[in-house]
C-alpha cells in the first residue's frame, strides 16, 4: 500500500500550492521564494514522495530541451567540474541511513538483491 499521494493540479496541468492553492509551472521556486521552505520539507509536510516531480510536464520539458541544447555546458561544467568533490563514494562518512529518504530506505529493505 502506498501511503504517499499525487500533487493536485488544475485544468492547465499546473501543480497547485497545498499552502495557498494558486497553480504553478514551477512549484518549487513558489515554495523557496514565498512560503520560505524547501521542497524536501513542502513533500514531507504534504506526504508526497521525496522524488516527486513539482514541475509542470511544459516546464520539464522546456528543461530537458534547453539541457540538450546546452548539454556541453551542462554536462562538462556543471556535472564534471564544478560537482568532482560532492559525490558520494562507498563508505563515505556522510553516507549514512538517516541521508536516505524514508520510501527509498524501505525500497532498499524490500530489495532481496541489496542484502546478498
Avoid at 492553492?21 to 514551477?26: H, I, L, M, R, V
Avoid at 551542462?74 to 568532482?84: A, D, Q, R, S
Wanted: aromatic share 12%.
Amino acid at each position: 500500500m502506498n501511503k504517499y499521494k499525487p500533487v493536485q493540479k488544475d485544468d492547465n496541468w499546473l501543480i497547485i500550492c497545498e499552502l495557498c492553492g494558486e497553480p504553478f509551472n514551477k512549484l518549487g521556486s513558489h515554495i523557496y521564494w514565498w512560503h520560505k521552505m524547501l521542497t524536501s520539507q513542502y513533500r514531507q509536510m504534504f506526504g508526497l514522495n521525496a522524488n516527486t516531480r513539482l514541475m509542470s510536464d511544459e516546464s520539464i520539458e522546456i528543461a530537458r530541451y534547453n539541457n540538450e541544447i546546452n548539454k556541453d555546458i551542462v554536462i562538462k561544467e556543471n556535472l564534471i567540474k564544478k560537482w568532482i568533490n560532492t559525490r558520494y563514494k562507498k563508505g563515505h562518512e556522510w553516507r549514512t541511513l538517516e541521508k536516505i529518504a524514508p520510501q527509498e530506505y524501505q525500497r532498499l529493505l524490500n530489495n532481496k538483491r541489496f542484502w546478498v
